[in-house]
């Protein structure tokens, strides 16, 4: 079951760096849903290699081709079976890497666990798993969109390195966010960033960063009390990601420092609606949705692969040195973006046919 | 499904602050291993509310009872189902509460959610519920001792409020930590948190903090590569746990302000064994334990209770003033690591099962 | 997840015939739903033994309590945990069988299993089990009810060894069935089936039987393509009962023996309703309810436990002989009835909230 | 979920009649197995139509394409996606059919519950979709030959319409089973049976018949005592094919013909096992397998496509008459028998995993 997301929207990605494609299928989409391959495309190509000049220059079309369950442009209710082939394989790039275990990288880590893997590229634990979990959010996006309109997920890069953007979760806008292709928020810290990034990149190392993300207007009474809480769903599905090291949802961390009358949120009634007029809890009480903004942060490691030389040992338990050799990204938060949003939205997506099959839709849209 | 946790050792908690009592069914145990209630019991203990002068002075006994899953002290592969009756009700004292939502707490999402709730208590909010989580740890625990013997699961107070704690996750001991009432692993931060602890209390107000937690000991091998990375199960664990805020593992937040250079973990071959000689992986590459230690931190808002007067809404709509009232901890941290442990126990539990179905057991002890 | 059935009303079983007691832990109840004990006790007093002059005399109160997830009578959407203390234990009964595999039992299979076992009564595989299906079952009932009420759920012996009732499933009544101690739907076989049981008894011997149940006014959209088809889901849920060696709808086995002309169901428009005017589909086809009446068959064979010696060997590997004791069913058909009404109803519950959650409810009322 | 199946094995499977193709993905497959495609296709050309004049003559080549999770012909561990692609597809075919529901498919069902439906070919309901079981069993038959050798899982045509064949389970090979096309273990059925089948295609009816199945060599301990019994799991592989209407095991329902002392199963000792000198058990005891032969059969009603006209309405709701067209198996039963096989093959395989998981692996081999 490692490889299946969610209850009742329920995806479940299969596929290697290496190998004829990658993909995903999609159980229990709800039927009539307008869907289409240039809806999953728009997304696949915010998150595919090669898109910019600050991310790796593997050139993968990453074309998606949907398989089953639709018909004549709307979802039929059964499985959704998208498939990417891939193209750009250069398996003899990783030759040495075949013996070799790449540090903090997850090759060791296979061997140990299944005594065997494939020597190129990463299986699984290759960047392109990814593309399965984003087509996948491109049909929860249109599934929340028809059932239930106005959910706005969008995230944006907060900070690399030290760098750290300014951005209001509040009115940040995709449009200034995809507008620069550090997907930061925040465009006095554009050029700082790309800088940055270069910088770290001809000096054949890498960086990380925190990638921010607000889901608006969503509903309240989304999430379950206890083991399924909305913040453990959404930390389990950002912890997922590759190279992520932590999840915050709103005071997070910091609201570790404040006093219990600094942190609560008071209630007021503010045009009709129970709200609250600050937000440390992030948009979640108790596990469950209160109709606030929802504003959590990811943590992500720098690239693991680098081009300086570094003790590792190989396969065979002899200790040696290794360098990064091939095309691979310095920093990987752009490209992280589109992922954290798509993971975001598959767990709205499930959260809202929960709330659907135990309370019969929204109580209180 | 939201009270259920695990995929083979499996937990479903049930129970509320009222009624007749708490506790959890057990799924998927293995046979033959020596349980009772006794073990049980001893975790509880760690749990309870009245065990220390900084905790809330309610008086629960917390009296495990096994109802099934057992024969002369060892388990029989059956389901174990462990209840704790309720003791010390007063349904009186939430009185206010039942027509007032307290800020910061679930009353209102649980309005929203299923249109009413219990007016006492908290429901499946109360960290009562936290009961059934420790109860089926004693067992899980059991189970590993007995499958894997020497893995050690240990948690600690890492900072309460500003005050922060200086310990070494490699040794740090179980004695250190529960030979003071705050359960932090630094005897010279002792004083200071509990003076903390009893200050914001005489103030009517409450802090949170950090709880540190390391897992010793843990083959290689466990977790999946995708959807149930090792660290992704455990911030979902974490994030479960009432009054959460965010999860970090290995490097977290702070690795962002490292290179790739700075980052990585070199390998290098120790006693025949493939390790790491740093750990800002935090023991798991590619959601996967690499044998090096697991350590990871989990953020704790102030308690939501506190005793001045706060702005906020009643159940039918109208802005009012609610002042928190009754017996209630100022600072959950103490009794958050029991919890975090036990968390982090029925993960490993879990994955230790899952690697032995599909992949025979531990490939590299 | 032996224990646990239902994808969105979820039950959990647990419990021995020996130990403190049996009961069901019951997640993702709809809130709001009317429920208490006295409900719950209706059908366990069906299911119990000690009922009648035809069952086992053993006496078992089976006293319900709930412990968890209702307020006033009402459900809150919180797992819903129901106990039955055990009382009439009588561990020295079996001291023989702990020892002797008791022949067509699952005294052996457990040992096989799992290397240990229970010495007493049976375990899990207790008919005691089942009291946690009917209760779970009974508060499914009242979700239907209230979620779309008119759904029936009404079984009776079909035959008794070779003693057959004549019984329309249109028209059969509750109170006809409910009427006798044997629970058939054919007042001409009453008096017949009960000279049966009694003289097999008479015997030490044993009979089985066949029970066929109706699932009326079943709406039409219920079930999913696919591996959970509404009749593999009965299929399994009948199958799961102790003693069943067979299941068939519609026309079952005996439809092989007719031509796809003389098989198929017609359609026709009634009162503005598709509806079929023959119905050997059994109210399903394709795996989805097509709003007829749903009705199967449920093999059980006769009753393991006869009062003749027979061959069988013990736990240690040698060949001897065993006869039953104590206190049996000569036929377990009268207290089946209630079971598969109990596991038929929450298969049309869970698949009722199925619907809810994919399609937004049932689209053809 | 409606199109998974397994706990520990599990498969997904995708894809209609129409659109891009079929397959499946398998999860939690255990590494290091040797697979091809060709061990995949070898199953597939069983199952496809047009392999013999008595089977549908469409031609389709049902290709199989494996897409990820292996290296050098051996699993990984990660999931295995298997692509056929539809490539006969006559959509014209069926535009009678788009608007007149045809008598005992699911075209209706599908309109009830989606509120809409692939107007060609009958959807998830075709019998293409069990392509991808059928090759998912090809993979988990590889696994169970590499972790337990010996099991065999072999299926036969045991009646068509009123004919039927005698066949001993215990002794039954795969070589007469496959050298007729009819798929019947009885050499001299095997005429009679062809000429019932072209006699009634003939006449543009149809036929149904009984498809049984031995488990040889099963292990002791497979299955588990309450909802997941193995019996009950294999009823609702089996009733979850298309066109099955009923499912018994061992004695079934005939056996409830027979006194407790004419049914129960002796035990002995035989050459240090112990076994039982009948076996009405069918290989299942307590719904744990017992070490003997696991014989089931299952019923398959008269394809429900026939040439003569008959009485329907329109999804308009008018009432009409439709008539056959187009190519169809007049007897699924030869094609059936591969499907039973595949089925038994998935539900053993996942409870070996499932033992090895909990119990650490077969106790008695």
New interface residues.
């Given amino acids: ?5 969610g ?2 929207f ?1 995806i ?5 760096s ?6 995903v ?1 999609i ?6 849903i307008s869907v289409n391959e240039s809806v999953i495309q728009l997304e696949l190509d915010r998150r595919r290699p090669g898109q910019s000049e600050i991310v790796t220059p593997r050139k993968e079309a990453d074309t998606a ?7 004549d442009g ?1 979802t ?6 998208i ?1 990417v082939k891939n193209t750009d394989q250069r398996p003899n790039a990783y030759d040495e890497m075949a013996v070799k ?1 790449r ?4 090759d ?3 061997d ?8 190129s590229g990463g ?3 290759s960047a392109r ?1 990814t593309i399965g979990r984003v087509a996948a959010a491109a049909v929860a996006k249109k599934v929340l969109d028809a ?1 239930h309109p106005g959910i706005e997920v969008l995230a944006w890069v907060k ?1 690399i ?2 760098l750290n953007a300014t951005v209001d979760p509040e009115t940040v806008s995709f449009e200034t966010i995809e507008g620069n292709i550090v997907r930061t928020g925040d465009p006095a810290m554009v050029e700082p960033m790309i800088e940055r990034i270069k910088q ?1 990149r001809g000096e054949g ?6 990638v921010e993300c607000v889901i608006r207007n969503c509903p ?10 909305l ?10 990601l ?1 190279a ?10 910091a ?15 503010i045009d ?1 609606k ?1 709200r ?2 600050s937000n ?3 948009g ?8 606030e903004n929802i504003v959590f942060r990811v ?8 081009m ?1 030389s ?4 190989t396969s065979s ?3 040696t040195d290794l360098a990064g050799r091939g095309r691979h990204d310095a920093c990987v938060l752009p490209r992280a973006v589109p992922m954290v949003e798509a993971m975001a939205t598959l767990v709205v997506c499930d959260h809202f ?9 929204i ?2 849209p």
């Fill in positions: 079951m490692s490889s299946s997301f209850h009742l329920r479940s990605t299969f596929g290697e290496h190998g004829g494609g990658v993909g299928v159980d229990g989409c709800p039927p009539g081709e949907i398989l089953s369950g639709l018909h709307v039929l209710g059964t499985p959704i079976a498939v275990y540090p903090s990288h997850a060791y880590t296979y140990a666990k299944y005594g065997l893997r494939a020597p299986g699984r634990a798993e059932l900070s390195h030290d770290v190392n890498s960086v990380g960063g925190v309240p009474g989304l999430g379950e009390p206890v083991f399924d809480k913040e453990a769903e959404l930390a389990r599905a950002m912890l997922s590759p992520t090291k932590g999840f915050e949802i709103g005071s997070g961390f609201g570790t420092l404040l006093t219990g009358s600094q942190h609560n949120d008071p209630f007021r009634m009709g129970v609250t007029t440390r809890s992030g979640i009480q108790g596990g469950i949705s209160n109709g943590a992500f490691k720098p690239t693991a692969t680098i300086s570094q003790e590792t040992v338990g002899e200790n046919l929960r709330q659907r099959a135990q309370c019969g839709g109580l209180r």
